[in-house]
């Protein structure tokens, strides 16, 4: 089965400089999709950015971009110019065709002010 | 943001008590998903509804029934409810099973089991 690693169950940053959470993946599938979401204090699940495994130009939303090494299975989420909005708990996710999604354990983010 | 509520938003209940947990969407969005979030595990997938009365197991599915009778409500049931059991429940809907759709997620239930 397809698993999601997430190493940081914690990471801080002060308020307008950059962090980069971590997340690795284990899966023999070529074609898939991976996800980053963000759960604020108020629980509600929110899209931050997804990568199509068959491009190989990293996603970008705004201030938040993606590092992903498709071989290493690797895909890390930068986001830059921190806000305080951006405190929360961030999921790597994963998908394939025909499997459901995986959530890694989540990386609470701090931010600084 | 997706029309999805889910009630009730809290409950305690007491160990082999019958517990529903109700997910309601606006969307008319054809899938529809449990699942729970424990610290450590992030979300697993309960069980998912892919039409009106057609449902499939997900990952952790022991302990857990769903039922859909319109394609708006998905009901997710725990028939005698266990310690194990305390968690945050998401209901969450899609309009495909591709593995590129967004899932849009509820405001979550949490649930302890005392």
């Known amino acids: 089965a397809q698993t999601v690693t997430q190493s940081q169950p914690e990471m801080s940053v002060q308020e307008a400089e950059t962090v980069t959470l971590s997340c690795t993946y284990d899966?023999?599938?070529?074609?898939?999709?991976l996800f980053w979401y963000k759960q604020p204090p108020s629980r509600q699940m929110i899209l931050v950015i997804r990568q199509e495994a068959y491009k190989q130009q990293n996603a970008t939303e705004n201030r938040f971009s993606v590092n992903f090494q498709k071989a290493a299975k690797s895909f890390s989420l930068k986001i830059s110019d921190s806000q305080l909005g951006d405190a929360a708990m961030y999921f790597c996710?994963?998908?394939?065709?025909?499997?459901?999604?995986?959530f890694g354990a989540g990386t609470r983010l701090t931010v600084k002010p | 943001d997706a029309g999805i509520t889910q009630s009730p938003r809290h409950k305690v209940t007491e160990t082999g008590t019958p517990v529903t947990l109700r997910c309601h969407q606006t969307?008319?969005?054809?899938?529809m998903y449990w699942y729970r979030q424990d610290p450590g595990h992030g979300l697993r997938l309960i069980h998912y509804s892919y039409g009106v009365k057609d449902t499939d197991k997900g990952e952790v599915s022991d302990g857990y029934s769903v039922s859909r009778s319109k394609t708006e409500d998905f009901l997710l049931t725990l028939e005698s409810a266990t310690s194990s059991q305390t968690s945050v429940y998401f209901c969450?809907?899609?309009?495909?099973?591709?593995?590129?759709?967004?899932?849009?997620f509820g405001p979550g239930t949490r649930l302890l089991v005392l």
């Open positions: 969307e008319n969005h054809r899938y």
């Open positions: 899966t023999s599938e070529s074609d898939y999709y």
């Open positions: 996710a994963y998908r394939s065709a025909g499997s459901d999604m995986r």
């Open positions: 969450a809907i899609s309009e495909s099973r591709r593995k590129g759709e967004t899932q849009y």
